[in-house]
T-cell receptor, first 118, second 109 residues
């Protein structure tokens, strides 16, 4: 089945120690998104890629960075995690709706990686 | 600005009860509307969607109708099950997904 895969499902890191979360997809979608979701809140978009074109949300801290080496993979790097960065991180994909119209903008989410910062 | 307003939870129901979760939106134009469901410890799953006025999205017994005149997209199910216990997010798409705050549904046997 085509899907969005996130590994690991749970990640523990230490305060200030860099951590990388991974996302891969078999849907061949050219748009990939990273969201942060804190307890009992809606997901908050951090950034997204149209192919290799990176788009950062204005309020995403500099501590968060991303890499997309190819269509299938996307990484979220947290350079110096603080206690406030403990959250669920969700990866999502979609087709490029800009050219194809409203039928293409459905986002498909992975299961998430829960990050714990000690 | 763009926003989604959902009824606050938790919504607590007995099995086989009727469910309504209200959702209204403020947006420019007529965006596609979505309901996503999040089971405990999981990511979001698309439950249903509607792309234009008067469209009805449906899946797994859930339904929602795109009401342009009231800017609403209320989620309904005729008979809930314990397995429907989850958090439900209403959302619409402009240049990105705009989510509501989520409504937790708890269904008891």
């Amino acid at each position: 089945d085509a899907m969005v895969i996130q590994n690991p499902r749970y990640q523990v890191t230490q305060f200030g120690k860099p951590v990388t979360l991974s996302c891969s997809q078999t849907l061949n979608h050219n748009v990939m998104y990273w969201y942060q979701q804190k307890s009992s809140q809606a997901p908050k978009l951090l950034f997204h890629y149209y192919d290799k074109d990176f788009n950062n949300e204005a309020d995403t801290p500099d501590n968060f960075q991303s890499r997309r080496p190819n269509t299938s993979f996307c990484f979220l790097d947290i350079r110096s995690p603080g206690l406030g960065d403990a959250a669920m991180y969700l990866c999502a994909t979609s087709r490029d709706w800009r050219a194809s119209g409203t039928s293409q903008e459905t986002q498909y989410f992975g299961p998430g990686t829960r990050l714990l910062v000690l | 600005g763009n926003s989604v307003t959902q009824m606050e939870g938790p919504v607590t129901l007995s099995e086989e009860a009727f469910l309504t979760i209200n959702c209204t939106y403020t947006a420019t134009g007529y965006p596609s509307l979505f309901w996503y469901v999040q089971y405990p410890g999981e990511g979001l799953q698309l439950l249903l969607k509607a792309t234009k006025a008067d469209d009805k999205g449906s899946n797994k017994g859930f339904e929602a109708t795109y009401r342009k005149e009231t800017t609403s997209f209320h989620l309904e199910k005729g008979s809930v099950q314990v397995s429907d216990s989850a958090v439900y997010f209403c959302a619409f798409h402009t240049d990105k997904l705009i989510f509501g705050t989520g409504t937790r549904l708890q269904v008891f046997p």
